[in-house]
């Protein structure tokens, strides 16, 4: 697990957030990659997580995501 600490505040931190690398092996190859970020996503809104919205910058292309108790993750 890496850690990392992010420039942005809230006004209610989270305890972890966790960014789960689903497409890491097909870094060279974005749109299959994604096609695998898409198909973990949708699995993860069957077990009761929710997208927040897609996040597509310097830092990466990911889809964040809240589980059911409010904790916010990334999925790339």
Known sequence: MYFQRVPE?????????VDVQV???LV???????VLVEQHV????????TV??????VTGRCMVM???????FCVA
């Open 28 to 34: 060279s190859e974005p749109d299959k990659r994604w």
């Open 66 to 72: 809240q589980d059911p108790e409010g904790n916010e």
């Open 42 to 49: 949708a699995k993860l809104v069957e077990s009761g997580a």
């Open 23 to 25: 497409g890491a092996p």
């Open 9 to 17: 505040g809230k006004q209610v931190k989270n305890r972890v957030h």
């Open 52 to 57: 927040l919205y897609e996040n597509n910058d």
